[in-house]
């Protein structure tokens, strides 16, 4: 397979076609290579426009949905970003080309070892990995430009919000299952937020969250 072409097929074919259209974030995937963070047995679907599962039952996102959350955070290029669920790394390693520092936190330690390493052989030097509870976010490394979601949630957490900047984004897939939707929180004020959906997908639980608990009569 020559994955350089297949890197450019799924760029020009998947990708563009979910409105990710701007040239830092199209450039970003051109440059990263998605092998190095795809498990050995998935190789061939490095490239694919599907899930692929990681450890612990969990998943890298298909190429597009990945790419669209990390294309409409729109960053520029000075920011800290907060990253909750860095899987394999592959999202977290187009969020280190896009932006000055990526905290990432991964609940599952060898699933964080792996994406440690990956990380290191794609030379990615702005990103640390740690090993938490990403609903907890980071409260001392606050307060963050960007924040992104790499699995659903049933709502956003408000100690996330509260980790925001003024005039930082949230990204998240929010709902259950068969309806959900990316939603972008902008922080305008120490309780001022608004809440923008952008489009409607579904995808993975992220790890480690808690259902609210089923309302009985």
Request: glycine share 8%; proline share 5%; hydrophobic share 40%.
């Amino acid at each position: 397979m020559n994955l350089d072409q297949a890197r450019f097929n799924m760029v020009e074919q998947q990708i563009r076609t979910w409105q990710v259209l701007d040239l830092r974030v199209l450039d970003a995937l051109q440059k990263t290579k998605r092998e190095i963070f795809t498990p050995l047995a998935y190789q061939d679907m490095a490239y694919s426009d599907t899930e692929i599962p990681l450890s612990s039952g969990q998943f890298m996102l298909a190429p597009c949905i990945g790419a669209r959350l990390v294309h409409d955070l729109h960053l520029t290029g000075s920011e800290k970003v907060l990253e909750i669920g860095t899987g394999s790394g592959y999202s977290t390693a187009l969020l280190a080309s896009l932006c000055k520092r990526v905290i990432s936190i991964e609940c599952d330690a060898e699933l964080a070892l792996n994406a440690k390493a990956n990380l290191q052989k794609a030379s990615i030097g702005n990103a640390e990995v740690r090993v938490g509870d990403g609903m907890q976010g980071s409260p001392a490394e606050g307060p963050f430009e960007a924040i992104v979601l790499q699995g659903s949630v049933p709502q956003i957490p408000q100690q996330l919000l509260d980790q925001l900047q003024i005039n930082g984004r949230l990204i998240a897939v929010v709902g259950e299952e068969p309806v959900m939707q990316t939603c972008l929180v902008t922080r305008h004020g120490p309780d001022s937020f608004t809440h923008k959906v952008l489009w409607d997908t579904v995808i993975p639980r992220l790890q480690g969250v808690h259902e609210p608990s089923a309302f009985h009569f």
